[in-house]
T-cell receptor, first 111, second 113 residues
Framework: SQQGEEDPQALSIQEGENATMNCSYK?????LQWYRQNSGRGLVHLIL?????REKHSGRLRVTLDTSKKSSSLLITASRAADTASYFC???????????FGKGTHLIIQP | SAVISQKPSRDICQRGTSLTIQCQVD?????MFWYRQQPGQSLTLIAT?????????ESGFVIDKFPISRPNLTFSTLTVSNMSPEDSSIYLC??????????FGQGTRLTVV
């Protein structure tokens, strides 16, 4: 499966600042999801946005989806040291099983 | 929601040998998925395993190299066969229903020497 692109590949910010990560994909989708991975372990689901939605919020997270541009963004507000992790977008394709993951953004929050 | 227990969590194996990874789900699920995450990379889907049918493999992955079993609705195994150092990766199992969040095991970190 072809992977989408994410940028930036790495992001380092100060604690308290906002972090924005972008994701682009290539095919039509049912939904787009964001996951967090700490130290190469299992993935934690953050948020799912369906193809007919444009924006979604969950706590300090805000996700947007632009299906015309095949892109999404994840905003983490008021970042904390505990937000340090790798963040991946993943798309569920119509009529197909499993997820196609983007390349990921490694986020470092400096205390 | 689903909780997945995956084992082993890590292993170091000799080249030419095989390793079987097990995933146990705390509820009955229709679809299970196996992913590979090569060092410093993202996740790539290996195959989809549905109970009662042959696994469906993605391009670049073949059954002889990655045989999968799905004997019931709560359990699946992935075998990495005839291993080489290039197989050193994290392998993750997952389950999801369409248009809902996916749940992942904690991963198996495999090192082939």
């Amino acid at each position: 499966s072809q992977q989408g692109e994410e940028d930036p590949q790495a992001l380092s910010i100060q604690e308290g600042e906002n972090a924005t990560m972008n994701c682009s994909y290539k095919t039509s989708i049912n939904n787009l999801q964001w996951y967090r991975q700490n130290s190469g372990r299992g993935l934690v689901h953050l948020i799912l946005i369906r193809s007919n939605e444009r924006e979604k919020h969950s706590g300090r997270l805000r996700v947007t989806l632009d299906t015309s541009k095949k892109s999404s963004s994840l905003l983490i507000t008021a970042s904390r040291a505990a937000d340090t992790a790798s963040y991946f977008c993943a798309t569920e394709r119509g009529g197909a099983d499993g997820l196609t993951f983007g390349k990921g953004t490694h986020l470092i929050i400096q205390p | 929601s689903a909780v997945i227990s995956q084992k082993p969590s890590r292993d170091i194996c000799q080249r030419g040998t095989s390793l079987t990874i097990q995933c146990q789900v705390d509820s009955q699920v229709t679809m299970m998925f196996w992913y590979r995450q090569q060092p410093g990379q993202s996740l790539t889907l290996i195959a989809t395993a549905n109970q009662g049918s042959e696994a469906t493999y993605e391009s670049g992955f073949v059954i002889d190299k990655f045989p999968i079993s799905r004997p019931n609705l709560t359990f699946s195994t992935l075998t990495v066969s005839n291993m080489s150092p290039e197989d050193s990766s994290i392998y993750l199992c997952s389950t999801a229903q369409r248009n809902t969040e996916a749940f992942f095991g904690q991963g198996t970190r495999l090192t082939v020497v």
